[in-house]
């Protein structure tokens, strides 16, 4: 019989200390849905090329399907749970709802993650930067042009607003 090797992983998932004992193979994906019952975050394709599992750690998108939990460990997790706050959602995600930006929403916590670590990076991006940026990220509904013109607004909001969270 094998022995049971787990590793001890501290991990800030939204602002959230939780200390856990995980098998050193098990995604942040896994972590996250299966451990915490942090089902916003999704599993698309589990091979990182859909972009639907993005989270991002210590301020940069990563595909939590692809990353595993142990090499996270002491790092910053934000997920689509703790995007918002106390004065309601944050403004990529209102602007996702303001331009219907989300038509079956399988896609749009993935989505709306990825948007935020674009806008934390370049507060003012150009079309290009938007498709570029985003460009591992699918919509199977074809939602583009409405998930541009979100970013669009969501950027133009938070620069009128100077809010960086």
Known sequence: MKPNLKCEVTLNINGNIH???LE???TLLR??????GMIGTREGCGEGSCGTCTVVVDGEP???CLVLAVRVNGSDVLTIEGLSGP???HAVQQA???HGASQCGFCTPGMIMSAKALLD????PADDDIKEFMSGN?????SYSMIFQAIRTASERLRATGERR
């Open 19 to 21: 200390e856990l004992a």
């Open 62 to 64: 990563a595909r939590a």
């Open 31 to 36: 972590v996250l849905r299966d451990e915490l």
């Open 24 to 26: 050193p193979h098990w």
């Open 87 to 89: 004065d309601g959602l």
């Open 138 to 142: 699918l919509c199977r509904c074809g």
């Open 96 to 98: 996702f709802v303001d």
């Open 121 to 124: 990076e370049n507060p003012q």
